[in-house]
């Protein structure tokens, strides 16, 4: 069973439009990440939920909305999307403040 | 300049050979270091999660931090084929949900 799964896995979209991507973990993990990937392989963070508490809120345009119906499961809905959204976005998932990340296999995004 | 620095590569050696990864960060708060290995089209996968200064062994992989030094290194021996990945190394503060900052990635190559 695949611990931490998003999808779609592929998403290719205009300019404009709004999307969603959703993510769930059945590791019994209390935290939940989204992190952003560039073309250089970056990986920076985006936001994090504790419990579907909001901890972590990056510099991210408001365009950015998470959102955590529980806590297995958080999902990522971007309004007006620009050709700068353009990135792999990952889920992860941790257990407590200071474990490791799991990661899922990522969304890539293609805004045209 | 960046928290986390790390040496994008490509590193490309012959299979058999001990590989050497490294980055060095500025923010002397970092307690928890992890390295991941990501392969192509993937999510990245938790290799080496170590707790301060000391070293780590996990079958063919050592990790080594020097907190004072603010350096820490992932070594890998008998390189096989199969690890040929990007290699992101990551750390946190320790105390409450604090956010993993990464390394932007060595890309290895290993050379049958």
């Known amino acids: 069973d695949t611990a931490v799964s998003q999808t779609p896995k592929y998403l290719v979209t205009q300019m404009g439009n709004d999307k969603s991507i959703k993510c769930e973990q059945n590791?019994?993990?209390?935290?939940m990440y989204w992190y952003k990937q560039d073309s250089k392989k970056f990986l920076k963070i985006m936001f994090s939920y504790n419990n579907k508490e909001l901890i972590i809120n990056e510099t991210v345009p408001n365009r950015f909305s998470p959102k955590s119906p529980d806590k297995a499961h958080l999902n990522l809905h971007i309004n007006s999307l620009e050709l700068g959204d353009s990135a792999v976005y990952f889920c992860?998932?941790?257990?407590?403040?200071?474990?490791?990340?799991?990661f899922g296999n990522g969304t890539r995004l293609t805004v045209t | 300049q960046k928290e986390v620095e790390q040496d994008p590569g490509p590193l490309s050696v012959p299979e058999g050979a001990i590989v050497s990864l490294n980055c060095t960060y500025s923010?002397?708060?970092?307690?928890?270091f992890m390295w991941y290995r990501q392969y192509s089209r993937k999510g990245p996968e938790l290799l080496m999660y170590?707790?301060?200064?000391g070293n780590k062994e996990d079958g063919r992989f050592t990790a080594q931090v020097d907190k004072s030094s603010k350096y820490i290194s992932l070594f890998i021996r008998d390189s096989q084929p199969s690890d040929s990945a990007t290699y992101l190394c990551?750390?946190?503060?320790?105390?409450?949900?604090?956010?993993?900052?990464f390394g932007t990635g060595t890309k290895l190559q290993v050379i049958p």
């Open positions: 590791l019994g993990h209390d935290t």
């Open positions: 170590t707790y301060s200064s």
């Open positions: 990551a750390m946190r503060n320790s105390g409450g949900y604090q956010k993993v900052t």
């Open positions: 992860a998932s941790s257990q407590g403040g200071n474990s490791p990340l799991h």
């Open positions: 923010n002397s708060a970092f307690q928890y």
